[in-house]
């Protein structure tokens, strides 16, 4: 078989696609250069990413990302740190912003038992329902924080059999991922994985299927080795890949591959 300087260039660009289905860009780490910094993401072929929304600015600020980039999609919703805002008003609005064709999914939504300083727990669950119940009447999927609340979390996603979503950041054990899989939930992973002490997630990473698996970066945070502790970005998804790529006795570009067609498939990107 004979390759051109065209076919190669075309091969090249392939096996560097990458979606990160998990971002805040409109966060104000990138106020001063976000415009500049997504240009560069385009030129480094980065196919796709899901701008979550945590707070209502934040929603709102994901559609105009979505709405000014083609290659952005939103995910619009309620963060558990400030979920005793949510109210049947916010709903509404969270109900129309979903009616913009780049919104995907509900999210970032879930539970947070981490700081003593978040809304109640009760406040944290009601918050949770109701979003979860827009997602069910939309037939939207959702996007699942969850942080120190393995047992309420899974109680509430139980709740709901018809909704999917995506369990961002799983932090859980092997037997809870395997129980998402089941609800049918897809597991994400970002640069918590490359770190020295996350066994579990390593472990979670090399024994739950491919086809569950998404790729994100939650950035500006969590930057993966070897740039953790700087301001992260979507092109560092390519350290998630290799790591999961090395736990699983893989390769990067089946780990990319497969994670763009699960992302695609979960958000109903064609």
Request: charged share 30%; net charge negative; aromatic share 10%.
């Amino acid at each position: 078989m004979y390759f051109n300087d065209n076919s190669i260039k075309t091969i090249k660009e392939y096996l560097n696609m990458i979606f990160d289905s998990h971002a805040h860009y409109d966060d104000e780490a990138f106020n001063k250069d976000r415009d500049e910094v997504i240009e560069e993401l385009k030129e480094n072929e980065i196919i796709g990413v899901l701008n979550c929304g945590a707070s209502l600015e934040g929603a709102r600020d994901s559609v105009k990302l979505s709405d000014k980039y083609d290659f952005f999609y939103a995910a619009v919703g309620i963060h558990p740190e400030f979920a005793d805002v949510v109210n049947d008003e916010i709903i509404e609005e969270l109900r129309n912003l979903s009616k913009n064709p780049k919104v995907k999914a509900i999210g970032e939504i879930g539970l947070d038992y981490h700081y003593e300083e978040n809304p109640p727990r009760e406040v944290q669950k009601d918050a949770f329902l109701r979003q979860m119940k827009l997602a069910e009447e939309l037939g939207f999927p959702v996007v699942i924080h969850n942080r120190e609340a393995h047992g309420d979390t899974l109680e509430i996603l139980k709740q709901f059999p018809k909704v999917r979503g995506v369990i961002h950041c799983f932090s859980g054990s092997l037997e809870m991922a395997r129980e998402c899989i089941k609800l049918g939930y897809y597991i994400g992973f970002t640069g918590v994985v490359t770190f020295k002490n996350a066994r579990k997630t390593a472990e979670v990473a090399r024994e739950i299927p491919l086809d569950r698996i998404l790729l994100e970066t939650d950035c500006p945070y969590m930057a993966p080795e070897p740039n953790r502790g700087k301001r992260n970005r979507s092109d560092y998804i390519e350290y998630i890949a290799e790591k999961i790529a090395e736990i699983r006795r893989d390769v990067p570009i089946n780990v990319k591959n497969q994670a763009i067609l699960n992302t695609k498939r979960l958000f109903n990107i064609h």
